[in-house]
């Protein structure tokens, strides 16, 4: 069986800080890996995700992730953030089918 | 295109109460599933469908029914509504069933239920 674990709950940074946000997962088998986003009142939209070859993945809107197989690890970073990426962000697995299983979530706020 | 979408928005229930969540998506996707969202559990996976006439469980499936008659739509009943069925509800579809397509979400159901 599959897991997700976010490790920090929330995150509060300053507009224009970079942040990370942690991701671990467990599995027996090769994964795939995603971050969605969830802006305020609506549903999730991918930002990135990683399936194979290179371990840096670069998503939507200045988001980047790295997979690091031997830390079974997956965090996600952006090097200076905006208001407007405000929102829960959520690290996902599958493997050969879609049932995706989901972490907790982060939320992200960032202040001015 | 309006991708994937779920109604309605919000639904006050009582107890023991009958209702149906829509879903509809105009991609043509064969895989949908539905989605349960709760505050520091992330989604859980409710029923999921590979294609029209073929539906399976997922991880929390007790209460709900599912049905798929056609591709588009994938509705989500609720036989009697428990308190603990109070929750966001999302509809997901994607291209295929395979791991690494991606899920386009609806923007979900807010179910209360009393």
């Known amino acids: 069986a599959q897991s997700v674990t976010q490790l920090d709950s929330q995150v509060p940074v300053f507009e224009e800080a970079p942040v990370e946000l942690r991701c671990n997962y467990s599995?027996?088998?090769?994964?795939?890996l995603f971050w969605y986003v969830q802006y305020p009142n609506q549903g999730l939209q991918l930002l990135l995700k990683?399936?194979?070859?290179?371990?840096l993945v670069k998503g939507i809107n200045g988001f980047e992730a790295e997979f690091n197989k031997s830390q079974t690890s997956f965090h996600l970073r952006k090097p200076s953030v905006h208001i407007s990426d405000t929102a829960e962000y959520f690290c996902?697995?599958?493997?050969?089918?879609?049932?995706?299983?989901f972490g907790q979530g982060t939320r992200l706020t960032i202040n001015p | 295109n309006a991708g994937v979408t779920q109604t309605p928005k919000f639904q006050v229930l009582k107890t023991g109460q009958s209702m149906t969540l829509q879903c509809a998506q105009d991609m043509n996707h064969e895989y949908m599933s539905w989605y349960r969202q709760d505050p520091g559990m992330g989604l859980r996976l409710i029923h999921y469908?590979?294609?029209?006439?073929?539906?399976d469980q997922g991880e929390v499936p007790n209460g709900y029914n599912v049905s798929r008659s056609t591709t588009e739509d994938f509705p989500l009943r609720l036989l009697s509504a428990a308190p603990s069925q109070t929750s966001v509800y999302f509809c997901?579809?994607?291209?295929?069933?395979?791991?690494?397509?991606?899920?386009?979400f609806g923007q979900g159901t807010r179910l209360t239920v009393v």
């Open positions: 997901a579809s994607s291209l295929d069933g395979t791991g690494d397509t991606e899920a386009f």
């Open positions: 599995s027996s088998v090769s994964v795939y």
């Open positions: 469908s590979v294609g029209a006439g073929i539906t």
């Open positions: 990683y399936l194979s070859g290179s371990t």
């Open positions: 996902a697995v599958s493997d050969y089918d879609q049932k995706l299983v």
